[in-house]
């Protein structure tokens, strides 16, 4: 019985590996919150998710909740910060886009966060002009 030829097995495995190198995408931010997204009917999918802009907002993950309390925080990028930060952060999301006009907020918020925390952040996105805000949801069962 002859023996199978496998030279050409390395180019197959470098071509399946090169495939995924250029269609996954490496998550950006670690989570230092931790969020139960809240369930909605009436949900739209984004088209332009290179336009998106995320601010977390929800209680420490339990490995932080000793250096920051239990209470809720809201984290842009890789660090906490207050409802006043939110402006310099819209600031610079849209200054690293190409179509700022196109610029959209993403608020993932924790089901059990209280409503004066989101308010918050919306007045400081309409003192920024961020007017296009998106609130992440999973759909209802």
């Known amino acids: 019985m002859p023996e199978l030829n496998t ?44 336009a998106v802009s995320f601010i977390y907002v929800g209680p420490p993950q339990d490995n932080l909740r000793a250096q920051f309390g239990s209470s809720t925080r809201i984290q842009l990028n890789d660090r906490f910060a207050d409802a006043s930060e939110v402006m310099d952060f819209v600031y610079q999301e849209r200054q690293s886009m190409q179509d700022q006009t196109a610029q959209v907020i993403s608020i993932k918020a924790d089901r059990k966060t209280q409503m004066g925390y989101i308010t918050d952040i919306k007045e400081v996105l309409r003192k920024s002009y961020a007017l296009k805000v998106n609130y992440s949801a999973t759909k209802r069962k």
């Open 7 to 50: 030279s050409s097995l390395p180019d197959l495995i470098f071509t399946v590996l090169f495939f995924f190198m250029m269609v996954t995408t490496m998550r950006e931010v670690t989570l230092k919150v931790k969020f139960t997204t809240p369930a909605g009917t009436e949900l739209e999918k984004l088209e332009k998710k290179n």
